[in-house]
């Protein structure tokens, strides 16, 4: 699961940005800094895209890192790249 983590009881999907604070990744729309791991991540309510550059809406995530939740949210994400 190298590309979510745990955060405060959420299960949120990396992006591929380095930070130290949330202000290096206010550029990525919907994105927080996570202090373990020093990466931006997408909010609960947003998946990362294809690429994981940016923030887009997505269900899925939110919720504890489990491999069923991870595999239905990487799903949402692949449908709404597709869009």
């Known amino acids: 699961m190298e590309n979510f983590e745990q955060h405060q009881d959420k299960c949120l999907g990396l992006l591929d940005l380095s930070c130290s604070n949330n202000t290096q990744c206010e550029h990525v729309d919907a994105s ?4 373990q791991g020093m990466r ?16 887009i ?4 995530l939110g919720g504890h890192c489990t491999s069923a939740a991870l595999t239905i949210a990487a799903a949402a994400a692949a449908i709404t790249f597709q869009k």
């Open 40 to 55: 931006c991540a997408c909010i609960p309510g947003y998946v990362p895209n294809h690429n994981r550059t940016t923030c």
């Open 57 to 60: 809406t997505g269900l899925g």
């Open 32 to 35: 927080i800094c996570l202090p």
